[in-house]
């Protein structure tokens, strides 16, 4: 497995659950309070800078844990470089995700001429581009076991 | 005609979708513009020219599309076109997803509903513009490698 394709593994987790958190932070705060007056702007930039870093260290951690898998079983253990395959695949994700991103844009221009609240802005935002995101992964986890 | 001037069904189709688009866009920042003479630019009513630019050059390009697609024979596409339309659609990703940032920031910010529409509108315009360009330049000179 390639560092690429052990990222997209985690990514396809990291992405659901930070989303969850988020709306369940900023769904705690909209019970409690008028959506106009939640400040959604913390939590959002604490999911994303968390959503990263979980990303980063979680691609990581599968990479010594298979490393020390393989030294278990008395193998050696293997890191493959990414290759033309991992970008092909990238590209592919992307390019099958990117209505999502559309959408969530056309979402939100449309939102805005509603003259809704910026908290709704905000969240659709997040929410379709996080959806975008895992998306493409899907896409990309499926590239990879059934090729492209 | 000689075989070898003759445009694609692709190429032709994508040609009419970069002409409507620009036009489209055209008018409604003149529309805006004009209006903006008389109100203050982030009270200026722009929804409705927004979406009508946007409906009405879509159905042009629509219209353009199913007779283009009617008067076509033989088959509309190729491996090669195929791989042109998703380098085309690629290229121009990276700014759309930067405009959808950048309205996050403007949103977080607390800056007016109009400034926000108008980056995620103009943002996704250039976008698939640059997205366009690249076809019809790949259509002419080939893929990059």
């Keep these: ?66 490393a020390a898998g393989a030294e278990i079983r008395g193998e050696k253990a293997e890191f493959e470089d990414g290759d033309i395959r991992d970008q092909e695949i ?31 802005i905000a969240t659709s935002m997040f929410v379709t581009g996080t959806i975008a995101a895992e998306y493409g992964c899907i896409i990309r986890i499926r590239a990879y076991r059934q090729g492209l | 005609m000689s075989e070898r001037n003759e445009l694609s069904f692709e190429e032709r189709h994508t040609w009419a979708g970069l002409a409507l688009g620009f036009a489209a866009v055209a008018t409604y920042i003149v529309i805006i513009t004009v209006r903006s003479q008389d109100t203050p630019i982030s009270e200026v009513a722009w929804a409705w020219p927004m979406l009508w630019t946007v409906l009405i050059a879509g159905g042009a390009y629509g219209a353009v599309y199913g007779i283009l697609a ?46 926000v529409a108008q980056t995620l509108f103009l943002g996704s315009y250039t976008a698939s513009t640059i997205g366009t360009v690249a076809k019809l330049v790949a259509h002419r000179k080939g893929l990059p490698l």
């Design chain 1, 1 to 66: 497995m390639t560092m690429e394709q052990r990222s997209v593994w985690v990514q396809v987790f990291v992405y659901p659950i930070a989303l969850l958190v988020y709306l369940a932070v900023v769904g705690a705060r909209a019970s409690a309070a008028p959506v106009s007056e939640i400040s959604w702007v913390v939590p959002m930039i604490w999911t994303i800078g968390v959503m990263i870093i979980a990303i980063i260290l979680g691609t990581i951690a599968t990479a010594i844990a298979a």
């Design chain 2, 70 to 115: 009617a008067r076509h024979r033989g088959p509309r596409t190729d491996p090669r076109e195929i791989e042109i339309d998703r380098f085309g659609e690629l290229s121009g990703k990276g700014l759309l997803s930067f405009s959808v940032l950048v309205a996050i920031v403007l949103v977080a910010l607390d800056v007016d509903g109009f400034w």
């Design chain 1, 90 to 120: 990238e590209r592919y994700g992307d390019y099958r995700a990117r209505h999502f991103t559309a959408l969530g844009a056309l979402a939100v221009i449309v939102l805005a001429m509603a003259h809704v609240d910026h908290f709704w």
